[in-house]
Structures are given as structure tokens and as C-alpha cells.
């Protein structure tokens, strides 16, 4: 079988695994898991080959051309290139992992059918993003991951919150997708064709580079959740916990960066798109690593996180080093699959998403000895202590902003501009402080709590347990590939520099060491502050559990304020700025003032003006012919007399009018 044909098949089966769920969800669940477990474990059996067939060598394409549509051609194009094949490989083995997963996670519930069949689509959409050669291609998989996570955000759709996310989820990445497919459309039009490879290849002839990498720049903040339309990926967590790891580690979230690494000429192409990246990247990253460090849901921390880790990837783009993005997004997808599926063991067994309440029960790490020593290695990875792969990775990113602020040429031949190296580099060593602190946070709060004996839920099932420790190999060990993996990317270095790898580790052990000493002094105030809502029913399944966590938290300092946590290191060490930073910095707030609101009240206006103004008319123009009617009907008495009588009242009248008409003249 050839490669091509391969690569076709590894977005086809969960395709087509999707498709037989949906049909046979009803009518014959037994079928269910098998249709949602084994397309996607074909598909990365397939995607191995695949990439191994490439080698990081030449791109295997091959196109076909879907319909005439005149001097802009739409071609369904395949192209994998060393990138792409090892993306797929990614999306696949979290897919793979999340549908196991899933199958323990979610067994008693009634939606699972058609859960399944979403999760197979969503990674099938992402196999085509990652496997096309063309634009309009890649948006109908762009535009299909927008649909799904819509429906699996809100899976447990009871809950106002799971229904808020879904629609804040769908609103803010379409308010994004609006300017996205107009520059598409003016990039096609400017270069003649929707191909990737044309495209970069007119790159010179394109009129208005920079309006049109700001345009693009639009969708991918709101798909890769980046400043300022971020909003939507914390709130997102309302959707079960495997979800949640589908989407922040190797789908949708990663779909804006690798565009912007397959497109990253264009942008090299205006120097203010690429600072305007740059930018963008540092405010995230420093903005979600300080919102991380205040945030008391678990999952939230991590979604928090996640935005964080985009931000060093857009900033390794800012650089010019796609190298360095690819590596950080294949290394951030294993670990940050493992945060989340482990979260979902951890809330099980707790009985709630809260840190507060985690951080008063003793024994919980004994409870979860499998989620406790994976968790540790991610978090550890993710805090970019050597010699996990989280390091390697974000080293590689510090270089490439090093080389950029220095002037030297980063692996794609070129680099960012000067003032984009500087703007990363500083906010990436500060954000790989705050990072080691708020994975410091979670890990003593969640696993060396102090107080009443953890709740005696039940053990989680063998399928749960089983994928945290595939995940943890890449974790810990994806980074050693550092040598290897230039040859699959631009072929530059992805070696740790001595002065970046001192001073970025040097400063994750600072974070982790104050974090820890602060909590040793915050822990005695646990004792007198009271315990957070803990989720009922110990033998429930995992996903029943989950979701009245989260229907009965309240997060401190949102619409409904709690009382600040004394015990909380994260409290002390941010002080004043807490408050906010536990509000998200009020962006929701602001986009409620400035968009929402106005919007609304423009709608308001015109549902008045449609109501009050146009029904009246319309209504009137109604009437009044019917007022007419029955005026005339009413003169039609069927009396002689009465014709007669109105007919010489009319000759009279009419006799007045012209002797007066006569007269007067």
C-alpha cells in the first residue's frame, strides 16, 4: 500500500468510525466502544507508518482537483512533510488515549453513543488540518473542530454552566473566524490559488502582506486561544475532563499554531505582523501563568496553563523558528494529555475540583498512586525541570528568541525581528517562573493536603490508570529527541544553550522553591477556614462525579464571591494583584461591556423597532382595506329606496360643487 494511500486512510477511519457510531448508537450499543476505540487505534498504527515511510525527508503530496471554480482552484491536496507526520502521530495517540479513556470515564452514560462519535470526528477533523495542502481544505476541518467542541463542551448539557461554555466556546472562535476567512480569501486571490506550496511560493507577489497576516493572526488568537480571545478555553472546562485533554493538548487549541508554522514565510513576510505575534504571546503567556497561579479549580490551573504554553509556541513563531514551535507542541500535547486525564482520576477520587477542598484531605495521593507519580513527571515536565521533555522543548523556544534579539538567523533561515526576540525572551523567563510556581501550587495542594481523611470513592477503573502511564514515556523521555528532530523540521538546532538553560532552570527552582516555602507557612491557616462542596455518591462513575463538582464550585472572585482561601500559597504570593488575576484580569467582564452589551441593546432596539414600528404598519395595512370592506359592506342593504335616496343625495352634491367650482371662477 502506498504512503499516499496510507495518509488518506488515517483521517477516513475515525471519519468513518464516527459516521457507523452515529448510526449505531441505538440500534446496537455493543458496537459503540469498538467503533470509537479501534478507528482511532488503526489510524495511529497508520500514522506510524506513515511517518516512518517519510523519514523527515521529502514531502509526500498528491493532489486532486474537487470541481472547476474558475481562476482560483479548490484541490484536494495531501502534503506531509516531516512536521505533519508527526503531528498526526500526536493527534492520534491522544485521540487513541482519550477514547480508552473515555470508555471507563463515561461507561454508564446515556449520551456516550453519540460522545464517541464527536471525539472521532474532532480528531478526524484535525487529520485533515494537519494532512492538507489546501487552505479551503484545512478550513472545513478548522470549521468542523469549532462545531464539535460545541457539542462536547456542553455534553452535560443540565448544567448552566456546560451550556454557557459550549456557546461562549462557539461565539468567541467564530468572532475570530470572521477576519480568518477573509484573509483567505484575499491570500488566494493575491497568490491565485489555495495551495500551501503556491502560496508560499508567491509570497513576494502578495499586495498587503501585513493586512493580511493580521487578518489570519484574528483566527488563530481565537482558535488557539491567544490574548484577547482566550476567554472561551477556561470557561470550556465545564465538559468532561477527556474533553478537555483531546482539546488542549493535540487538537484545535494546536490547530492556530501549526497554520502559523505552515504559513510562517507569510508572516516573516511584514515585520509588524510578526510583532505584533510576538506581542500577543508575551501578554499570554505572562497574563495566563499569573491568572494560573490564583485559579482554585484544578482544571482551570490547567487550562490556564495550556494558554501559556501556546504563548511560548507563538513566540517561537514571533522568532522565526518554526523548529522550536513544532517541538514545544509535540512535547506540550503528552504531558498536557496526561495533566487532564489525570485530573479526571484526581477529581474522582477526591470528590471535588477544588484545591481548597484537596488541600484539607490527607491520604489522597496514597488513593491515586498511579495519577500521583504521572501527574508529577507532567507537571515537572511542564515546569521545564531537566531532564523531562518540557525543558528541551522550552529551551528550545528561549534559543530561538535569544537568536532573534541577537540578529542571528534561526532555523527557518530567518529571524524575527529584534524587537521580537526581546519581547519573548523576557516574558518567557518570566512566564518559566510563574510557570514552576503554580505547577508547585497544584502538586502540594492536591497531594500533600492536610486534615480529614480523603473520601473513600471508588478505585478507578484499569483503563483510566493504563493510558496516564503511556503518556507518561513521552513525557518524560520525548525531549532526549532533541538531536533527532531537527532533521523532521528546518533542520536547525533544537540544542539547550548554556546561558538560556541555566537561567530559565535557575529560575523554575527559584518559583518552585518560594512556592513551597510559602505553603509550608499558608498550610496552618487550613484548619480554620471550611471545607469546599465535595461531590456525593462514592461508588458514581467518574464523568457523574465531575459534573456536580463542577455544577456545585463556585470559583472565588467570580460572579459569586467567596471568601478568599487563607491556606492558598498563590494568595500570598500575589498579593494585591490575586483578585484579579483569579477574575481572569475582568476580560470577561470587559468584552460584556464593550461587545456584549452593545450588542445587546442594539438587538433590543431592533426587536422594539420590528415590534412597535414595523408590525404596527404592517397591521394598519392590513386593517384599513378590511375597515373599508365592511364600511361598503354595510351599505349594501339590499333597499331600493335607500339606493335612490343615495343616489340623489350625490346629484345634489355634486350640482353644489360645480356651481361653486363656476362661481368661483
Known amino acids: 500500500m502506498s504512503t499516499v494511500t496510507l495518509a488518506v486512510l488515517v483521517p477516513l477511519l475515525p471519519f468513518l468510525g464516527a459516521v457507523a457510531g452515529l448510526l449505531l448508537g441505538r440500534t446496537a450499543p455493543g458496537f459503540v466502544r469498538p467503533l470509537a476505540v479501534l478507528p482511532v487505534l488503526a489510524s495511529l498504527v497508520l500514522a506510524v507508518l506513515v511517518a516512518v515511510r517519510q523519514g523527515g525527508g521529502d514531502p509526500v ?280 486525564l489525570g485530573a479526571g482520576v484526581l477529581i474522582h477520587a477526591a470528590g471535588t475540583n477544588s484545591l481548597a477542598a484537596m488541600s484539607r484531605m490527607s491520604g489522597l495521593r496514597a488513593r491515586v498512586p498511579d495519577a500521583y507519580w504521572t501527574m508529577t513527571v507532567a507537571l515537572l515536565a511542564l515546569a521545564a525541570i531537566p531532564p523531562f521533555s518540557g525543558f528541551f522543548s522550552k529551551e528550545a523556544v528561549l534559543v530561538a528568541a535569544e537568536h532573534a534579539a541577537t540578529g542571528h538567523a534561526g532555523a527557518a533561515g530567518a529571524a524575527g525581528p529584534v524587537a521580537a526576540g526581546w519581547t519573548v ?59 533527532v528532530l531537527p532533521a523532521w523540521f528546518d533542520g536547525g538546532s533544537l540544542a539547550p544553550g548554556w546561558t538560556t538553560s541555566l537561567l530559565a532552570t535557575g529560575i523554575a527552582l527559584v518559583g518552585g522553591v518560594v512556592t513551597y516555602a510559602t505553603w509550608r507557612h499558608t498550610t496552618a491557616f487550613a484548619a480554620g477556614t471550611p471545607l469546599g462542596a465535595v461531590a456525593a455518591h462514592p461508588g458514581a462513575d467518574p464523568g457523574q462525579v465531575e459534573a456536580e463538582a463542577i455544577a456545585s464550585h463556585a470559583p472565588a472572585y467570580g460572579d459569586v464571591a467567596d471568601a478568599p482561601d487563607p491556606s492558598d500559597p498563590g494568595r500570598l504570593l500575589l498579593g494585591p494583584l490575586h483578585r484579579h488575576a483569579a477574575a481572569g484580569f475582568h476580560l470577561d467582564a470587559f468584552q460584556r461591556m464593550v461587545f456584549v452589551r452593545p450588542v445587546t441593546a442594539a438587538a433590543s432596539l431592533v426587536r422594539f423597532l420590528d415590534r412597535e414600528v414595523v408590525e404596527t404598519y404592517v397591521r394598519g395595512a392590513a386593517a384599513t382595506p378590511r375597515l373599508l370592506g365592511a364600511a361598503v359592506r354595510r351599505a349594501q342593504t339590499g333597499n331600493l329606496q335607500t339606493y335612490v335616496s343615495a343616489l340623489l343625495a350625490g346629484t345634489v352634491v355634486l350640482a353644489v360643487a360645480v356651481v361653486l367650482a363656476v362661481s368661483g371662477a
Request: glycine letters at 6%.
Open 425 to 483: 525572551l523576557a516574558a518567557g523567563l518570566l512566564t518559566a517562573l510563574l510557570t514552576a510556581a503554580y505547577a508547585a501550587r497544584l502538586w502540594l495542594r492536591a497531594f500533600r493536603g492536610r486534615g480529614t481523611e480523603a473520601p473513600a470513592h471508588a478505585r478507578q477503573p484499569l483503563a483510566m490508570n493504563a493510558v496516564l502511564w503511556v503518556l507518561a514515556v513521552p513525557s518524560l523521555a520525548l525531549g532526549a529527541a532533541f538531536g
Open 61 to 340: 503530496e498528491a493532489v486532486t482537483e474537487l470541481t472547476p471554480t474558475g481562476s482560483v482552484p479548490i484541490e484536494l491536496a495531501l502534503q506531509v512533510d516531516g512536521f505533519a507526520a508527526l503531528a498526526a502521530v500526536l493527534v492520534t495517540l491522544v485521540a487513541a488515549c482519550v477514547q480508552i479513556y473515555s470508555t471507563a470515564y463515561l461507561r454508564h452514560d446515556a449520551r456516550y453513543p453519540s460522545y464517541a462519535a464527536l471525539v472521532s470526528l474532532f480528531t478526524a477533523a484535525m487529520l485533515l488540518v494537519v494532512y492538507t495542502g489546501d487552505l479551503m481544505v484545512l478550513l472545513v476541518g478548522w470549521e468542523v473542530m469549532g462545531i464539535c467542541s460545541y457539542f462536547l463542551v456542553g455534553h452535560y448539557w443540565e448544567t448552566p454552566e456546560a451550556r454557557a461554555a459550549s456557546l461562549k466556546a462557539f461565539l468567541v472562535t467564530k468572532a475570530g473566524d470572521v477576519p480568518f476567512l477573509i484573509g483567505l480569501f484575499a491570500l488566494a486571490a493575491d497568490a491565485r490559488s489555495f495551495r500551501i506550496t503556491e502560496i508560499l511560493d508567491a509570497v513576494d507577489r502578495i499586495d498587503h502582506p501585513t493586512l493580511i497576516a493580521l487578518l489570519l493572526l484574528a483566527g488563530v488568537a481565537g482558535k488557539s486561544a491567544q490574548f484577547p480571545l482566550h476567554t472561551w478555553l477556561p470557561d470550556a472546562m465545564a465538559g468532561p475532563t477527556p474533553v478537555s485533554a483531546l482539546i488542549h493538548a493535540a487538537t484545535m487549541v494546536a490547530a492556530g499554531v501549526y497554520f502559523v508554522a505552515r504559513l510562517l514565510p507569510l508572516f516573516q513576510a511584514s515585520e509588524a505582523a510578526m510583532v505584533v505575534l510576538a506581542v500577543m504571546a508575551a501578554v499570554t503567556m505572562i497574563g495566563s501563568a499569573l491568572a494560573a497561579l490564583a485559579q482554585d479549580d484544578v482544571k482551570r490551573v490547567l487550562a490556564y496553563s495550556t494558554i501559556g504554553q501556546l504563548g511560548y509556541m507563538t513566540g517561537a513563531l514571533a522568532a522565526g523558528d518554526r523548529s522550536a514551535a513544532a517541538f514545544h507542541l509535540l512535547t506540550h500535547g503528552a504531558f498536557k494529555a496526561l495533566l487532564f
